[in-house]
């Protein structure tokens, strides 16, 4: 069960390290995060991932960048008919991002930016930035972005693995049900 950390303040207060073997701890899932490569800031975790793709990379691959405050990833499926599964695909990332909300205690700024990119058609990089945020007053809250990262990564393992079996129907049909991208009440 987690446990929302004490509230810190002034300039050097930062959030816990993102790292590959705490999330890989909290991960249960079947495909997503076989592998997890763990980068400081880059431009694009999504551009990282593609060049590992044409490289040859695994299905369930993940590129995470940790800039210290915020959350960027990004991870390859590959799949037949890739671009023409990009609209689903986009909903598979909006409802992970919903359910790893609903699962992590965060402060009330957060903003979520959610980018499907397909480079071929035998694969797809789904990516993610998660913006933390500051808490009104200027207080800067403890973050488990591993918590998080892990949450989203095991959503989105098992709404893959659902698409996977039942196709765009299985996926829509929860979302419909939940009015759209499963937002934190």
Same mark, same amino acid.
């Given at each position: 069960?987690?446990?929302?950390?004490?509230?810190?303040?002034?300039?050097?207060?930062?959030?816990?390290?993102?790292?590959?073997?705490?999330?890989?701890?909290?991960?249960?899932?079947?495909?997503?995060?076989?592998?997890?490569?763990?980068?400081?800031?880059?431009?694009?975790?999504?551009?990282?991932?593609?060049?590992?793709?044409?490289?040859?990379?695994?299905?369930?691959?993940?590129?995470?960048?940790?800039?210290?405050?915020?959350?960027? =990833?990004?991870? @390859? !499926?590959?799949?037949?008919? /890739?671009? %023409? *599964?990009?609209? +689903? $695909?986009?909903?598979?990332?909006?409802?992970?991002?919903?359910?790893?909300?609903?699962?992590?205690?965060?402060?009330?700024?957060?903003?979520?930016?959610?980018?499907?990119?397909?480079?071929?058609?035998?694969?797809?990089?789904?990516?993610?930035?998660?913006?933390?945020?500051?808490?009104?007053?200027?207080?800067?809250?403890?973050?488990?972005?591993?918590?998080?990262?892990?949450?989203?990564?095991?959503? =989105?393992?098992? @709404? !893959?693995?659902?698409?996977? /079996?039942? %196709? *765009?129907?299985? +996926? $829509?049909?929860?979302?419909?049900?939940?009015?759209?991208?499963?937002?934190?009440?």
């Amino acid at each position: 069960m987690a446990h929302a950390a004490p509230e810190l303040s002034g300039p050097a207060a930062q959030p816990d390290s993102l790292s590959i073997e705490l999330i890989r701890r909290r991960l249960a899932s079947a495909l997503v995060g076989g592998h997890i490569y763990l980068f400081g800031r880059t431009a694009s975790t999504t551009e990282l991932l593609a060049r590992l793709a044409e490289a040859g990379a695994r299905a369930g691959t993940v590129v995470v960048a940790d800039d210290g405050m915020d959350l960027r =990833l990004s991870v @390859l !499926f590959r799949l037949a008919g /890739a671009l %023409g *599964a990009t609209p +689903v $695909l986009s909903v598979l990332t909006g409802r992970a991002a919903g359910e790893a909300l609903r699962q992590t205690p965060l402060p009330a700024a957060v903003r979520i930016e959610c980018a499907t990119v397909a480079h071929r058609t035998d694969w797809a990089i789904l990516g993610i930035g998660v913006n933390f945020g500051a808490i009104p007053g200027g207080a800067l809250q403890r973050i488990d972005r591993n918590a998080f990262a892990a949450a989203y990564l095991n959503a =989105l393992d098992r @709404l !893959f693995a659902s698409y996977a /079996a039942g %196709g *765009a129907s299985a +996926v $829509l049909a929860g979302w419909r049900e939940n009015g759209g991208l499963d937002a934190r009440q």
